[in-house]
T-cell receptor, first 113, second 115 residues
Framework: AQKVTQAQTEISVVEKEDVTLDCVYE???????LFWYKQPPSGELVFLIR??????QNEISGRYSWNFQKSTSSFNFTITASQVVDSAVYFC??????????FGAGTRLAVHP | EAGVVQSPRYKIIEKKQPVAFWCNPI?????LYWYRQNLGQGPELLIR????????DSQLPKDRFSAERLKGVDSTLKIQPAELGDSAVYLC?????????????FGPGTRLTVL
């Protein structure tokens, strides 16, 4: 069975702090994809990144970076120098062959000025 | 380019009443998904369409939920009769194809409250 675990329910930081959101997944598929989505208070899920199971290279996009480690089945997300606009719920998700997204429970990030 | 459109954005009904949600996917997207998101949880897939065919409805409570995607474009999700536990956000998403590397684009959702 496929499963995504986001152990951190809520994180609170002060602006400019770095913050890492953890994601651990379970799957028996050899080919799979991992995603991060952002859900701001407006409710719409915003795609942040997709990573396939054969590409373990870390990725950096501006203040965002992702660390994928197959050995520990983790796909962690770091925001550097956090800003108030980063406040949202962040979801890690996993999909196998037929694009059925399995979401974690989400981590609510609050960035305070 | 227009994103996924959903209506209504909010709906409040009394239990045992029927309710319907509408979704228009991104133009050209053959695959359409309906998810339900309970408070404090991640979305869960209810049904997936490939054009007008429902190819995965294993999570859809078929005793009270129904969905259709006539002509393979927009879709309607219906609940009849609604129960208190149906209160949730119903999200529609679409993608170009079904392989795992196809990004799903989500609509703003319909927040349903059943009293």
């Amino acid at each position: 069975a496929q499963k995504v675990t986001q152990a951190q329910t809520e994180i609170s930081v002060v602006e400019k702090e770095d913050v890492t959101l953890d994601c651990v997944y379970e799957t028996r598929d050899t080919t799979y994809y991992l995603f991060w989505y952002k859900q701001p208070p407006s409710g719409e899920l915003v795609f942040l990144i997709r990573r396939n199971s054969f590409d373990e290279q870390n990725e950096i996009s501006g203040r965002y970076s992702w660390n994928f480690q197959k050995s520990t089945s983790s796909f962690n997300f770091t925001i550097t120098a956090s800003q108030v606009v980063d406040s949202a719920v962040y979801f890690c998700a996993l999909t196998g062959g037929y694009n059925k997204l399995i979401f974690g429970a989400g981590t609510r990030l609050a960035v305070h000025p | 380019e227009a994103g996924v459109v959903q209506s209504p954005r909010y709906k409040i009904i009394e239990k045992k009443q029927p309710v319907a949600f509408w979704c228009n996917p991104i133009s050209g997207h053959n695959t359409l998904y309906w998810y339900r998101q309970n408070l404090g949880q991640g979305p869960e897939l209810l049904i997936r369409y490939e054009n007008e065919e429902a190819v995965d409805d294993s999570q859809l409570p078929k005793d009270r939920f129904s969905a259709e995607r006539l002509k393979g474009v927009d879709s309607t999700l219906k609940i009849q009769p609604a129960e208190l536990g149906d209160s949730a956000v119903y999200l529609c998403a679409s993608s170009l194809g079904t392989s795992g590397n196809n990004e799903q684009f989500f609509g703003p959702g319909t927040r349903l409250t059943v009293l």
